[in-house]
């Protein structure tokens, strides 16, 4: 009966915080498998058209609402949906309608992270390959995106699966950075620090997905504390002696997400409340789980200062001792909205001469 209580303050608790989710993906049911050959076309599958894009941001908006969520970054899948050019068109064309519809309606701020996906090998056609897909997500990100793609993502390999590093790929982030794109590299969720170590050193990670393989190494541990790098998980599990805890314990800034959010059972809600059943943190440190969310969010700076403080207001009623405390700052991001890049992309002038980087029509 003590246990049934606690978990219902547990879940009073989690409700009341505002929230932001960083590492959670925008799920297209039954658009991307099994598609019809070029030419032909398939009843059973909805036409991946603007409108159902706009009504898949619209429902993804409101059930993270419904968790308190006020802003979110979520990936998306042009590269290895296997879209033709003019459904990746309207793809982002139909985000952004649902997005801002969202925005005015619900109160949720949706932003996108465009996804690489994994390497497929480590020879050097693969390579090739896998450096042209990631042209093309930067590509996409800065002329398609509307100003609201506010991030780069590169998948991590599977495990045991070879890759010739990411070396490969370092002018490509270099250049999504100096547009203006955060670097959002993930780790095997095994990897250990040398996979930490590459994604910050060679693609300049800003966050590391499933990075928390960095523990083992203090120095790293140290680095990212002192360069406001942070750790992205959806892992809230293991247990008090689990990574998880220990990360807090040792300041690293750890954004905590669902892996899934429109398709699936998982939630940023679930996400937090596992944190807290299942590896035992305490209220303040969710708390500071939220805080680094916050502060590594693409928001304009008033944006944050005003989230902040409504956390703040929130978490006090849970935690009176907890210091007020603004989340660490980070380097400077784009406002979301802005046009700056896509607007440099249509004069061709952001990539220094690769063409690779323009759209048909840019
Ligand atoms: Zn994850």
Do not use: N
Not at 312 to 324: E, M, V
């Amino acid at each position: 009966m003590r246990e049934r209580h606690r978990e219902t303050d547990d879940e009073i608790f989690i409700d009341s915080l505002p929230k932001v989710d960083l590492h959670s993906r925008l799920v297209f049911p039954g658009i991307s498998r099994d598609r019809p050959a070029p030419g032909e076309t398939d009843s059973r599958q909805p036409r991946p058209d603007a409108a159902l894009f706009a009504a898949l941001a619209r429902r993804t908006a409101r059930r993270l609402a419904a968790q308190r969520v006020r802003y979110a970054e979520l990936s998306v899948f042009p590269i290895d949906g296997g879209y033709s050019d003019t459904q990746v068109e309207e793809m982002f064309a139909g985000l952004d309608q649902g997005r801002r519809a969202a925005e005015r309606h619900v109160g949720v701020a949706l932003r996108w992270t465009v996804r690489i996906p994994a390497p497929s090998g480590a020879g050097r056609t693969a390579m090739a390959r896998h450096r042209a897909a990631a042209e093309r997500a930067v590509e996409l990100a800065l002329c398609c995106g509307r100003g609201a793609v506010v991030g780069l993502e590169l998948a991590a390999a599977a495990p045991g699966h070879p890759t010739g590093g990411a070396g490969y790929l370092a002018e490509v982030f270099a250049v999504a950075r100096a547009a203006g794109l955060r670097s959002l590299p993930r780790v095997g969720r095994h990897g250990g620090p040398a996979a930490v170590w590459e994604a910050v050193t060679t693609l300049g990670a800003h966050r590391v997905g499933h990075g928390l393989g960095a523990l083992a190494d203090p120095v790293l541990v140290q680095y990212l504390r002192d360069q406001h790098i942070a750790i992205e998980t959806c892992d809230g599990g293991g247990d008090r002696d689990g990574p998880l805890a220990a990360a807090l314990g040792r300041g690293l800034a750890v954004c905590l997400g669902s892996a899934g959010v429109a398709g699936g059972t998982s939630s940023p809600r679930g996400a937090y409340l596992r944190a807290m059943r299942v590896a035992a943190l305490r209220r303040e440190e969710v708390v500071q789980l939220v805080r680094a969310s916050i502060g590594q969010a693409s928001l304009p700076e008033p944006a944050r200062a005003l989230l902040s403080a409504e956390l703040d207001a929130a978490a006090a009623a849970w935690c009176p001792r907890l210091p007020a405390t603004a989340p660490p700052g980070i380097a400077p991001t784009p406002v979301p909205g802005a046009r700056g890049p896509a607007r440099r992309c249509r004069q061709g002038a952001f990539v220094g001469g690769r063409p690779g980087y323009r759209a048909s029509g840019s």
